[in-house]
């Protein structure tokens, strides 16, 4: 199986500034899933990243709000834009590794004061 | 459109009792995965356990099991002799397009293990 380092693993932001999350994988993957997880309530996919392409965002989310990098088969970034205080979740990184098997970053605990 | 409905959103169960966390969805796919997965306040996700829709056999995992009715499309998990380290959420999740692609998830139960 695939290990994930995510970082950080919590943040207190300001409102209308942009907070970066890293993703790093030990092997090369091809997909890799970002996920919001709302105080209280179950994870929400936000968009899928391909390697050399841009990613794929779900209803409800858009590039703008939530930008992600995927420069290689190892890593990937999200960033959450403009932030406010309705931002404030839980993001977490997954990737499939193969067989059926997923694995998921350690999350980052994001608040929006 | 592909869900994953769980209807119960809290449980308790006591120490050392069984207990059995109910998990419905709905799918025109014949193969594909069901995942059990546990979060605790750490809220780290991990997998409890993976079913393949086209094995007949329950999946088992030491005290974590499954009740898998393909046809009623129902995936429970039952938890034998729970431990206070059982207490979390529980989540069931399926992929979008079956057998290997994004996750989309239940609801959630919380379950809570008293002594």
């Known amino acids: 199986s695939a290990v994930i380092s995510q970082k950080p693993s919590r943040d207190i932001c300001q409102r209308g500034t942009s907070l970066t999350i890293q993703c790093q994988v030990d092997s090369q993957v091809t997909m890799m899933f970002w996920y919001r997880q709302q105080p209280g309530q179950s994870l929400t996919l936000i968009a899928t990243?391909?390697?050399?392409?841009?990613?794929t965002y779900e209803s409800g989310f858009v590039i703008d709000k939530f930008p992600i990098s995927r420069p290689n088969l190892t890593f990937s970034t999200l960033t959450v834009s403009n932030m406010s205080p309705e931002d404030s979740s839980i993001y977490l990184c997954s990737v499939e590794w193969g067989a059926g098997g997923y694995t998921f970053g350690s999350g980052t605990r994001l608040t929006v004061v | 459109a592909q869900t994953v409905t769980q209807s119960q959103p809290e449980m308790s169960v006591q120490e050392a009792e069984t207990v059995t966390l109910s998990c419905t969805y709905d799918?025109?796919?014949?193969?594909?995965?069901l995942f059990w997965y546990k979060q605790p306040p750490s809220r780290q996700m991990i997998l409890v356990i993976r079913?393949?829709?086209?094995?007949?056999q329950n999946a088992t995992e030491n005290r974590f099991s499954v009740n898998f009715q393909k046809a009623a499309k129902s995936f429970s998990l039952k938890i034998s002799d729970s431990q206070l380290g059982d207490t979390a959420m529980y989540f069931c999740a399926f992929p979008y397009t079956g057998t290997a692609s994004k996750l989309t998830f239940g609801t959630g139960t919380r379950l809570q293990v008293t002594l």
């Open positions: 079913q393949e829709a086209y094995k007949q």
């Open positions: 799918t025109s796919e014949n193969n594909y995965y």
């Open positions: 990243a391909n390697q050399g392409s841009e990613a």
